[in-house]
């Protein structure tokens, strides 16, 4: 975790705050030789009918893409997204070589998906995918270090 409460990293010398704030955040990653990391929020669109989770990878790091495909299959099978995974170019994964992801579990500007996201059912069924799909990338990827 890289904070407990609604606060960002940044510092108090921090001239542009939010990029002082995930520089810190790059930072910890490395600091703590993390195997990978997960980044998870949720998502606000001005059209109220976008719905579901999603996956967002930045291609610096092969892994990126199958932990995204992995933990997206997930969503696609136990929450019934029809999203599907996307690449981004934002500063914090494109500056990240740790492996790991954007997750978006869903959007609170959609009045149903805002209801089920504040449910602590629907919180729990969301971690079980996320924690599946790490899982199932853990063991494509402890696959792929024994073929020669």
């Not at 992801?101 to 996320?130: F, P």
Request: aromatic share 10%.
């Amino acid at each position: 975790m890289t904070r407990q409460k609604d606060i960002d990293l940044s510092s108090i010398y921090d001239a542009r705050k939010k990029r002082g704030d995930l520089y810190r955040r790059i930072q910890l990653i490395k600091k703590n030789k993390s195997d990978l990391y997960l980044s998870i929020h949720i998502n606000w669109y001005k059209k109220s009918y976008y719905s579901g989770a999603e996956v967002l990878y930045h291609p610096i790091n092969e892994k990126n893409k199958i932990l995204a495909t992995e933990i997206m299959k997930q969503f696609k099978q136990n929450q019934k997204s029809t999203r599907d995974i996307k690449k981004t170019d934002l500063y914090m994964y494109q500056n990240t070589t740790i492996p790991g992801v954007l997750i978006e579990c869903g959007y609170l500007s959609n009045e149903n998906e805002r209801y089920l996201l504040k449910t602590k059912e629907y919180q729990q069924k969301l971690a079980r995918s996320i924690t599946q799909g790490v899982i199932n990338y853990l063991k494509m990827i402890n696959k792929q270090k024994y073929i020669l």
